[in-house]
C-alpha cells in the first residue's frame, strides 16, 4: 500500500515558470520532509515541517505542510535548470527513524 | 561534512551469485537503512539497524540479509542474486530518537544482474 502519493509523477518546464509538486495521504505524520536526488547520487535533503500549516521557504522553493498533517506542497518559483531532478517526499509516523517515502516526482527545467 | 558512503557505484553481477553491498556512515548515527529505487516506485525500505547486531525488516526484506557488526557499517548481502534484484540501492543513516527522523544518505550502487 502506497501510503504517500506524489503528483505529478513527471513534470517538463521551460525556464522561469512556476510549478508545484503535491504529497497526500490519508495518514498523519509527525513530520515531512523534502528531498531532492540529482541523476547518480543519493537524496539530499531540502527541508523538513513538522507543524500543520507551517510554511518554509528556501531561496525560490516554498513548503507547506497541510493543517491536518497529511499532506504537503513544493512550490517552485521562476524554476532553473539547476531545479532538474528528482524530488522526493518521505513521512514520518513517529520517533521510530523510518520514513515512508512518495514515489517521487522527475522534474526537467529546459533552458 | 557529514558523510555516507557505499563500497561501489556500479555493480554487474551472475545469477546466482553471492553478492555484498557496503556502507559507511562517519557520523556515529545509531539508525542505518538499507533501500532499494526502483522507478515509480519511490525507495522502498529493504532493512534496517537500530544498534549494533540489531535489525528489524523493512518492506521488502525476501532475499536479502544484512549485518551490522560495528556502528559505523551496515552491509546488505544478497544470498543468490536474481534478475528481478536488478536496482539502485541507497544507504542512509541517521540519530536515534532524533524526532525529525532526518536521514543522510549515501551516493547508491547500480547494481545488475544477469
Known amino acids: 500500500t502506497q501510503l504517500l502519493e506524489q503528483s505529478p509523477q513527471f513534470l517538463s518546464i521551460q525556464e522561469g515558470e512556476n510549478l508545484t509538486v503535491y504529497c497526500n495521504s490519508s495518514?498523519?505524520?509527525?513530520?515531512l520532509q523534502w528531498y531532492r536526488q540529482e541523476p547518480g547520487e543519493g537524496p539530499v535533503l531540502l527541508v523538513t515541517?513538522?507543524?500543520?500549516?507551517e510554511v518554509k521557504k528556501l531561496k525560490r522553493l516554498t513548503f507547506q505542510f497541510g493543517d491536518a498533517r497529511k499532506d504537503s506542497s513544493l512550490h517552485i518559483t521562476a524554476a532553473q535548470p539547476g531545479d532538474t531532478g528528482l524530488y522526493l517526499c518521505a513521512g514520518a509516523r513517529s520517533n521510530t527513524g523510518k520514513l515512508i517515502f512518495g514515489q517521487g516526482t522527475t522534474l526537467q527545467v529546459k533552458p | 561534512d557529514v558523510k555516507v558512503t557505499q563500497s561501489s557505484r556500479y555493480l554487474v553481477k551472475r545469477t546466482g551469485e553471492k553478492v555484498f553491498l557496503e556502507c559507511v556512515q562517519d557520523m556515529d548515527h545509531e539508525n542505518m537503512f538499507w533501500y532499494r529505487q526502483d522507478p515509480g516506485l519511490g525507495l522502498r525500505l529493504i532493512y534496517f539497524s537500530y544498534d549494533v547486531k540489531m535489525k528489524e525488516k523493512g518492506d521488502i526484506p525476501e532475499g536479502y540479509s544484512v549485518s551490522r557488526e560495528k556502528k559505523e557499517r551496515f552491509s546488505l548481502i544478497l544470498e543468490s542474486a536474481s534478475t528481478n534484484q536488478t536496482s539502485m540501492y541507497l544507504c542512509a543513516s541517521s540519530l536515534r530518537g532524533e524526532i525529525y527522523n532526518e536521514q543522510f544518505f549515501g551516493p547508491g550502487t547500480r547494481l545488475t544482474v544477469l
Open positions: 515541517v513538522v507543524t500543520g500549516g
Open positions: 495518514s498523519v505524520f509527525s513530520s
